[in-house]
């Protein structure tokens, strides 16, 4: 939890944390459909090159 020192605030922490928790919570409940989902989709065959300012 080293990063979360980054936080000024309890709020601010909270803001950030809670979306996070879900994505993962929602992670872990589609694991067992994540191949049947990630099998049609090609990799890419070349890389686009980076954008620089």
Same mark, same amino acid.
């Given at each position: 939890?080293?990063?979360?020192?980054?936080? %000024? %605030?309890?709020?601010?922490?909270?803001?950030?944390? *809670? /979306?996070?928790?879900?994505?993962?919570? *929602?992670?872990?409940? *589609?694991?067992?459909?994540?191949? $049947?989902?990630?099998?049609?989709? $090609? /990799?890419?065959?070349?890389?686009? $090159? /980076?954008?620089?300012?």
């Amino acid at each position: 939890m080293m990063y979360c020192v980054m936080f %000024s %605030s309890e709020e601010k922490y909270r803001d950030i944390i *809670l /979306p996070f928790t879900v994505l993962r919570r *929602l992670d872990a409940l *589609l694991v067992p459909t994540k191949e $049947k989902v990630l099998a049609p989709i $090609k /990799p890419p065959t070349a890389r686009a $090159k /980076p954008y620089r300012i």
